[in-house]
């Protein structure tokens, strides 16, 4: 398809990649394409050692609108569980560097699924967020419904899952989804501020970090107590730990390295 050509887009800024969603024909619709190269943003950012954080944004009206729907139409259950499009999603949940999704207009269906697998959400005022595949007969297939309901509670879940209800960018704050809520025209820029912050600490931290709060969501409390003690034992034994340490004590910045 050719409006697929460019569909994604990388860029590189100061130890933050940019992985741009640029289908506005289709508004931003994740074919398998797009998920392609989501993936071959991913897999780029994660083989760069200089890139710390991610940024995943779309556009100014339209953040992702789900699944492609096209697409869907002719998706047979065999087909789904063996597709590429699940082994793009495994690949967004394998993802060991800090991302935040930077979302203006709408972020539905798999698009609120997406940003919803990164670390934050900054939101633009114009944010929509919402699971409206019931009105297609289907439901979520990409964590909408476990997020959600772990994130805002399962009374909050039902009213989107169910009832296709959206929220905007202010109760998606306040049910806990999104970190900040800023002005339309600096989504992006708030986004790559956000990364930045991250992307000064070590990156040994911050990648166990991430480990030991996504565990949260898979973990009961004793063994997410375990698995935390576990992560902070082998930081421990890094550089960076010392370097903190060190920097803290002679009062200057940190000179992170990753080792
Ligand atoms: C394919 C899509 C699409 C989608 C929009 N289009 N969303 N194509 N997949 N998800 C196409 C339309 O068909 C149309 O094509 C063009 O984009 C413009 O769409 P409009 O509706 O006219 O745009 P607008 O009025 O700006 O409304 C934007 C929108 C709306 C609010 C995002 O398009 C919308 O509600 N889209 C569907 C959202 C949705 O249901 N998402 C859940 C998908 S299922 P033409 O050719 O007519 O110009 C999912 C989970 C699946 O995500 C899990 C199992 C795998």
Do not use: H, K, N
């Given at each position: 398809m050719a409006d697929d050509d460019q569909a994604v887009r990388y860029d590189v800024g100061d130890h933050v990649a940019m992985i741009t969603i640029d289908r506005p024909s289709a508004r931003n619709a994740l074919s398998t394409d797009v998920l392609r190269g989501l993936c071959a943003g991913l897999d780029r950012a994660e083989a760069d050692d200089e890139i710390r954080a991610v940024v995943l944004t779309g556009g100014e009206k339209i953040f992702a609108s789900g699944a492609d729907i096209r697409e869907l139409r002719t998706t047979s259950p065999a087909g789904y569980l063996q597709s590429e499009r699940l082994a793009a999603w495994a690949r967004f949940g394998r993802f060991p560097k800090p991302s935040i999704a930077a979302v203006a207009g709408y972020a539905l269906g798999g698009g609120c699924e997406l940003a919803?697998?990164?670390?934050?959400?900054?939101?633009?005022?114009?944010a929509t967020f919402g699971?409206?595949?019931?009105?297609?007969?289907?439901?979520?297939?990409?964590?909408?419904?476990?997020?959600?309901?772990?994130?805002?509670?399962?009374?909050?879940?039902?009213?989107?899952?169910?009832?296709?209800?959206?929220?905007?960018?202010?109760?998606?704050?306040?049910?806990?989804?999104?970190?900040?809520?800023v002005p339309a025209e600096r989504v992006v820029a708030a986004g790559v501020a956000l990364a930045g912050e991250v992307a000064a600490f070590g990156p040994v931290a911050t990648r166990l970090s991430k480990a030991a709060v996504r565990a949260s969501e898979e973990l009961p409390l004793a063994g997410g107590l375990e698995h935390e003690r576990a992560l902070l034992g082998t930081l421990l034994s890094t550089e960076d730990h010392f370097e903190g340490i060190d920097a803290f004590l002679e009062k200057r910045s940190a000179r992170f390295t990753g080792r």
């Open positions: 919803m697998s990164c670390d934050f959400i900054v939101a633009a005022d114009s699971q409206p595949e019931i009105r297609l007969g289907i439901l979520p297939g990409a964590g909408g419904t476990q997020r959600w309901a772990r994130v805002a509670g399962r009374f909050r879940a039902a009213e989107l899952v169910l009832a296709a209800r959206t929220v905007d960018a202010w109760t998606a704050r306040e049910y806990g989804l999104v970190a900040r809520v």
